[in-house]
Nanobody
Framework: QARLVESGGGLVQSGDSLKLSCRTS????????MGWYRKALGKERELVAA???????NYADSVKGRFNVSRDVARDSVFLQMNNVGPEDTAVYYC?????????????????WGQGTLVAVSS
């Protein structure tokens, strides 16, 4: 069964750093857009940082200069390095993958969401 497996969340203090990881399980993509979204209490889910299928990186204005998204293409994995976090970064972070599976899956379109990992930042 195709799914995304996330890790790396937790409780940190303002100014700290942490890294989120997300790997694909049960499917291999031939081409995929992968990235991170977050949902804070009382707010809608928003894009944090992501790779497009062509490899372009997009960031929310609120995290530019502090967060860095990277990926391991061979392993269909994506990472989010979060530096100098603040209370405004407190949210559940979700990994997302959307793209075409490989030949074994007949190149079918898939969109997957991770289970979410909580990042809580204390001031």
């Amino acid at each position: 069964q195709a799914r995304l497996v996330e890790s790396g969340g937790g409780l940190v203090q303002s100014g700290d750093s942490l890294k989120l990881s997300c790997r694909t399980s049960g499917v291999t993509f031939s081409t995929v857009a992968m990235g991170w979204y977050r949902k804070a209490l009382g707010k809608e889910r928003e894009l944090v940082a992501a790779f497009t299928m062509s490899g372009t990186r997009n960031y929310a204005d609120s995290v530019k200069g502090r967060f860095n998204v990277s990926r391991d293409v061979a392993r269909d994995s994506v990472f989010l390095q979060m530096n100098n976090v603040g209370p405004e970064d407190t949210a559940v972070y979700y990994c997302n993958a959307a793209g075409y599976a490989d030949r074994e899956e007949n190149f079918r379109w898939l969109e997957l969401w991770g289970q979410g990992t909580l990042v809580a930042v204390s001031s």
